[in-house]
């Protein structure tokens, strides 16, 4: 199924361009052609009024959309409160994320062993509300990582939830070094898919599991992920609605964000080549 313009937006996740300043990850955004960049909570965080409104200017100026926030962990009380992101006032958050002109904001549940999933679940619906008061989505972001590790559980969570504004932030990585569960995937309506995030990696996880996801991705189509077939069960469910890199690693910190948002968005380009048959740009 060939993925158009009509149906895609194009968003250059931040962790491809490394640490540094918003306004040169938005002039790197702009480079590629990419219509929308995620922001980073400490992009905003501390900011009055004023200042948020110019940061929307800014990035109007770079003709960016500044479309979703990363990340918040304190929507549920199942998770410690040590992680970054995990001590903010959500309220004051999701006001933050619409005066910058974002339509939504990625939720990633803390580690904890055995957490119930009702709890979670009726977390998350309480936060979509909490969103929707200011027309924002909330994409629960699943992580072997978390304790929402999977597929299958944040479905089980956003289905349960009801909420119409509460969809999953697909992760190739989080994906592939999670269950990798394809027969769920495929059952997912597209339009609960609200973001996906595409990244490789060996198959063998380099050093620790959190090392691995925040040093050692690659490029598309530079691993041994079979991103082939799970763009094309996306593509089925119609689920690649706003798409991008995020290309996590010491090379691309290196490469600066010019180099690492060419080298990125072009490895991306060929990746849906190969998968559907169209480039996205």
């Known amino acids: 199924m060939p993925v158009?313009?009509?149906t895609t937006s194009w968003l250059?996740?931040?962790?491809?361009?490394?640490?540094?300043?918003?306004?040169?990850?938005?002039?790197?955004t702009a480079q590629v052609g990419y219509g929308q960049l995620s922001v980073r909570l400490d992009d905003i965080a501390g900011l009055d009024d004023d200042s948020l409104t110019e940061v929307g200017?800014?990035?109007?100026?770079?003709?960016?959309?500044?479309?979703?926030?990363?990340?918040?962990?304190?929507?549920?009380d199942t998770g410690p409160r040590d992680w970054p992101g995990s001590a903010v006032d959500v309220a004051d958050t999701i006001n933050r994320a619409a005066a910058v002109g974002c339509d939504s904001i990625t939720a990633i549940a803390a580690r904890l062993d055995n957490p119930s999933i009702d709890r979670q679940t009726t977390d998350f619906a309480a936060l979509c509300d909490l969103a929707a008061e200011r027309g924002l989505a909330i994409d629960l972001e699943f992580s072997p990582l978390s304790s929402v590790s999977g597929i299958s559980e944040a479905w089980q969570i956003v289905s349960d939830a009801g909420r119409p504004n509460g969809r999953i932030l697909f992760d190739t990585w989080h994906f592939f070094r999670g269950d990798g569960d394809l027969a769920t995937l495929a059952t997912v309506p597209g339009p609960?898919?609200?973001?996906?995030?595409?990244s490789d990696a060996s198959s063998l996880v380099q050093g620790k599991?959190?090392?691995?996801?925040?040093?050692?991705?690659?490029?598309?189509?530079?691993?041994?992920f079979d991103l082939v077939t799970v763009l094309q069960v996306l593509a089925k469910i119609d689920g690649l609605r706003s798409?991008?890199?995020?290309?996590?690693?010491?090379?691309?910190?290196?490469?600066?964000?010019?180099?690492?948002?060419?080298?990125?968005?072009?490895?991306?380009?060929?990746?849906?080549?190969?998968?559907?048959?169209?480039?996205p740009r």
């Open 57 to 76: 200017r800014t990035a109007e100026r770079h003709g960016v959309q500044l479309a979703t926030l990363e990340a918040i962990f304190s929507w549920t």
């Open 243 to 279: 798409v991008g890199p995020e290309v996590i690693s010491d090379e691309n910190r290196a490469r600066g964000p010019l180099e690492a948002a060419r080298v990125s968005a072009e490895a991306t380009d060929r990746l849906f080549e190969t998968a559907l048959g169209t480039r």
């Open 209 to 224: 599991l959190y090392a691995d996801t925040m040093r050692h991705r690659r490029q598309p189509g530079e691993g041994d």
């Open 192 to 198: 609960r898919i609200g973001q996906v995030q595409i």
């Open 12 to 28: 250059m996740w931040s962790g491809t361009l490394g640490d540094c300043p918003l306004e040169e990850r938005l002039e790197a």
């Open 4 to 6: 158009t313009d009509r």
